[in-house]
């Protein structure tokens, strides 16, 4: 399976989300983490720690690809239309990230729209929600789904211990953030979404 990060405004988790679906799909089979962002942000965050799967930077990743059942490219923030057509051809599922706040879903929104008509298989994944009474989340969700966007059913919670793994080098449920495993849960969900309910 092949699974593409993209986003249209820096901020929204791209990398977090990159780095965490790996490492789920990785315990069901070998999975490869390419890092095409020009920030290189998922190599950095590997050479500070060390994750459990392998992370190249696209140049390399022609040469590693074949060995790996499971590939997640973590692309350049704002790809233009031939990036983006080159993006839906080449991938299973194209996942766009995004915050609640107006700044991320207008671009999403715009984006999106072209998707559907394309045909492409894509989901919108709703991040750094806060909790209640923030309705944030809950009005974003209720606006993509008014347009007819895809929507993963479970979201990524704001949470300081995804910043404590990127400074780390590791996956969240590896951090000794007493949120952790609630973190990690997030990204579980997602993966089951994606996969089914594999045990991980």
Same mark, same amino acid.
């Given at each position: 399976? *092949?699974?593409?990060?993209?986003?249209?405004? =820096?901020?929204?988790?791209?990398?977090?989300?990159?780095?965490?679906?790996?490492?789920?799909? @990785? %315990? *069901?089979?070998?999975?490869?983490?390419?890092?095409?962002?020009? @920030?290189?942000?998922?190599?950095?965050?590997?050479?500070? =720690?060390?994750?459990?799967?392998?992370?190249?930077?696209?140049?390399? %990743? #022609?040469?590693?690809?074949?060995?790996?059942? /499971?590939?997640? *490219?973590?692309?350049?923030?704002?790809?233009?239309?031939? $990036?983006?057509k080159a993006f839906i051809n080449g991938c299973d599922l194209l996942i766009l990230p995004t915050t609640a706040d107006a700044l991320s879903l207008g671009p999403t929104l715009e984006i999106s729209k072209d998707m559907l008509r394309s045909g492409a298989q894509f989901k919108v994944l709703l991040t750094r929600v806060h909790p209640k009474p923030s309705d944030a989340g809950a009005e974003a969700?209720?606006?993509?789904?008014?347009?007819?966007?895809? #929507?993963?059913? %479970? $979201?990524?919670? %704001?949470?300081?211990?995804?910043? /404590?793994?990127?400074?780390? =080098?590791?996956? #969240?449920?590896?951090?000794?953030?007493?949120?952790? @495993?609630?973190?990690?849960?997030?990204?579980?969900?997602?993966?089951?979404? *994606?996969? =089914?309910?594999?045990?991980?």
């Open positions: 399976m *092949i699974i593409t990060l993209l986003s249209f405004k =820096g901020g929204v988790g791209k990398t977090t989300t990159a780095v965490h679906l790996a490492a789920y799909l @990785n %315990a *069901i089979a070998p999975t490869l983490l390419v890092d095409g962002d020009q @920030n290189r942000s998922s190599l950095h965050w590997n050479e500070r =720690g060390n994750l459990p799967f392998k992370v190249c930077d696209e140049k390399e %990743a #022609v040469r590693f690809a074949r060995s790996y059942e /499971h590939i997640v *490219i973590d692309t350049a923030a704002q790809p233009t239309k031939d $990036e983006l969700r209720a606006l993509l789904n008014a347009v007819g966007l895809p #929507v993963f059913d %479970a $979201e990524i919670r %704001a949470l300081r211990a995804f910043e /404590h793994a990127a400074v780390q =080098g590791v996956v #969240v449920n590896q951090t000794k953030d007493k949120y952790r @495993n609630i973190a990690w849960n997030c990204y579980k969900k997602i993966g089951e979404e *994606i996969c =089914g309910k594999n045990e991980v």
